[in-house]
Nanobody, 109 residues
Framework: QVQLVESGGGLVQAGGSLRLSCVAS??????MGWYRQAPGKQRELVAT???????NYADSVKGRFTISRDNAKKTLYLQMNTLKPEDTAVYYC?????WGRGTQVTVSS
C-alpha cells in the first residue's frame, strides 16, 4: 500500500513561486503525478513524471512549472514559478492510483 503526504502549499502573490513536495511510503516504481482541483471544477492533470524521467505537462503550466523526483528520498516535487490566480487549487500527488490529501495553493492578484 502507498501513502502520500503533500506539503509546501500556501498563499502567494501573482508572479511568485512555491515548491510542493510529496513524500511516498512503499514502492514508488512507476509514474507519479501532480493534479489539482479548483473550487467547482473537476480534478485536472498538472504534470506527470515516469520513473525513468519522462515528463508531461498540462499546456496551462508549461514553461512555468517543473516536476522532479528524488527516488532515493521517495519524494516528488513541483516547482511552480510565475504563479497566476488561476493556479489556485488544491494540489494532489498521485502514484499507482493512490492519492494524497492535497495541499492548498492560493494565488492572490
Amino acid at each position: 500500500q502507498v501513502q502520500l503526504v503533500e506539503s509546501g502549499g500556501g498563499l502567494v502573490q501573482a508572479g511568485g513561486s512555491l515548491r510542493l513536495s510529496c513524500v511516498a511510503s512503499g514502492s514508488i516504481f512507476g509514474t507519479m503525478g501532480w493534479y489539482r482541483q479548483a473550487p467547482g471544477k473537476q480534478r485536472e492533470l498538472v504534470a506527470t513524471l515516469t520513473y525513468g524521467g519522462t515528463t508531461n505537462y498540462a499546456d496551462s503550466v508549461k514553461g512555468r512549472f517543473t516536476i522532479s523526483r528524488d527516488n532515493a528520498k521517495k519524494t516528488l516535487y513541483l516547482q511552480m514559478n510565475t504563479l497566476k490566480p488561476e493556479d489556485t487549487a488544491v494540489y494532489y500527488c498521485m502514484l499507482h492510483g493512490y492519492w494524497g490529501r492535497g495541499t492548498q495553493v492560493t494565488v492572490s492578484s
